[in-house]
């Protein structure tokens, strides 16, 4: 079945370091792609997404570029700041019925000042 | 209100009793998802209701657990005799458009 590997955490960084969060993907057909963001106490939120290859997904700072032939989808930020920690989730939906989200394990960010 | 809302935040239960957790969706969203949370994992499809079409049931765990979904709205997650491993955070989330899935902030559940 479709499944989302992202990289283990924590990942540790200095404020306004460069961030790369990898995520990589198994899937039939061809999903939507999402990165979902989890701040302390708060419940999940949608950060990013696109919807087919080449597409390029883009907010507050954060970036990530479906890569169909590498089935890839990283998250990346050119300067991270304090508020930016948070959880990272990298998550597909599958092309059926009304698309069920299929998450990775989750990748903790922490930025120090 | 405008969001996902979620009840109780808490619920501490012993083994063996049974839990219902509850979701209210964002009033029109016809797309509800419950996911469960667990220490170090990812999160975990559980159940996704769409409109009045039968529910996709294939992420439930056991024959513990069920939903129901009222009049197309109020979503309850039952949990019958409780184990610890079932120990985690719920949560429910729901949608109008595909791709766009609004989450509520979870019900974390401790089995003693």
């Known amino acids: 079945g479709d499944s989302v590997t992202q990289m283990e955490g924590p990942v540790t960084l200095s404020e306004e370091a460069f961030l790369t969060i990898n995520c990589t993907y198994t899937a039939t057909g061809y999903p939507s792609l999402f990165w979902y963001v989890q701040y302390p106490g708060e419940g999940l939120q949608l950060l990013l997404k696109a919807t087919k290859a080449d597409d390029k997904g883009s907010n507050k700072g954060f970036e990530a570029t479906y890569r169909k032939e590498t089935t890839s989808f990283h998250l990346e930020k050119g300067s991270v700041q304090v508020s930016d920690s948070a959880v990272y989730f990298c998550?597909?939906?599958?092309?059926?019925?009304?698309?069920?989200?299929?998450f990775g394990t989750g990748t903790r960010l922490l930025v120090s000042p | 209100g405008a969001g996902v809302s979620q009840s109780p935040s808490n619920k501490v239960t012993e083994k063996g009793k049974d839990v219902e957790l509850r979701c209210d969706p964002i009033?029109?969203?016809?797309?509800l998802y419950w996911y469960r949370q667990s220490l170090g994992q990812g999160l975990e499809f559980l159940i996704y209701?769409?409109?009045?079409?039968?529910?996709?049931k294939s992420g439930l765990p056991s024959d513990r657990f069920s939903a129901e979904r009222t009049g197309g709205s109020v979503s309850t997650l039952t949990i019958q005799r409780t184990q610890q491993e079932d120990s985690a955070v719920y949560l429910c989330?729901?949608?109008?458009?595909?791709?766009?899935?609004?989450f509520g902030s979870g019900t974390r559940l401790t089995v003693v």
């Open positions: 009033s029109g969203h016809t797309a």
């Open positions: 989330a729901s949608s109008l458009v595909p791709d766009k899935a609004n």
């Open positions: 209701f769409q409109g009045n079409s039968a529910p996709d």
């Open positions: 998550a597909l939906s599958d092309q059926t019925g009304f698309q069920k989200l299929v």
